[in-house]
Nanobody, 124 residues
Framework: QVQLVESGGGLVQTGGSLRLSCAASERTFSSYAMGWFRQAPGKEREFVAAINWSGGSTIYADSVRGRFTISRDNAKNTVFLQMNSLKAEDTADYYC?????????????????WGQGTQVTVSS
C-alpha cells in the first residue's frame, strides 16, 4: 500500500510559478511510476504528467509541455511538479497517483493509489 499526500497548492497570479509536492510514507515508493492529474470545476479528470521509477523517462500533456516539469527524489519518497508560466486554465485540483508500471500512464483508471489533492488557483 502507498499513502500519498499532496502539498504546495495555493493562489498565484497569471505568469507566476508554483511547485507541488507529493510525499509517500511507503518504503517501496521507488518501484512505482508516478503521475499528476488535475480536475477543474465542471470538467473531467485530466492527465498532466508522469515519470518512471528511476526518473529517467517523463511524459507530458500537450497543454503543459514546456511549462511544467515532473521530477522525483526516491531517497526522500517524494515526487514534484514544478509549474511555470501559469495560466487561468491551469486552475484545478491537482492529484498525485502511483502505478506499478510505466505503461498506459495517461489513463487515470490504470493507477493503483491516489492522494487527496491540492488546490491551485491562477488569477485572471
Amino acid at each position: 500500500q502507498v499513502q500519498l499526500v499532496e502539498s504546495g497548492g495555493g493562489l498565484v497570479q497569471t505568469g507566476g510559478s508554483l511547485r507541488l509536492s507529493c510525499a509517500a510514507s511507503e518504503r517501496t515508493f521507488s518501484s512505482y511510476a508516478m503521475g499528476w492529474f488535475r480536475q477543474a470545476p465542471g470538467k473531467e479528470r485530466e492527465f498532466v504528467a508522469a515519470i518512471n521509477w528511476s526518473g529517467g523517462s517523463t511524459i507530458y500533456a500537450d497543454s503543459v509541455r514546456g511549462r511544467f516539469t515532473i521530477s522525483r527524489d526516491n531517497a526522500k519518497n517524494t515526487v514534484f511538479l514544478q509549474m511555470n508560466s501559469l495560466k487561468a486554465e491551469d486552475t484545478a485540483d491537482y492529484y498525485c497517483a502511483a502505478k506499478r508500471s510505466f505503461i498506459s500512464v495517461r489513463a487515470a483508471r490504470e493507477y493503483d493509489y491516489w492522494g487527496q489533492g491540492t488546490q491551485v488557483t491562477v488569477s485572471s
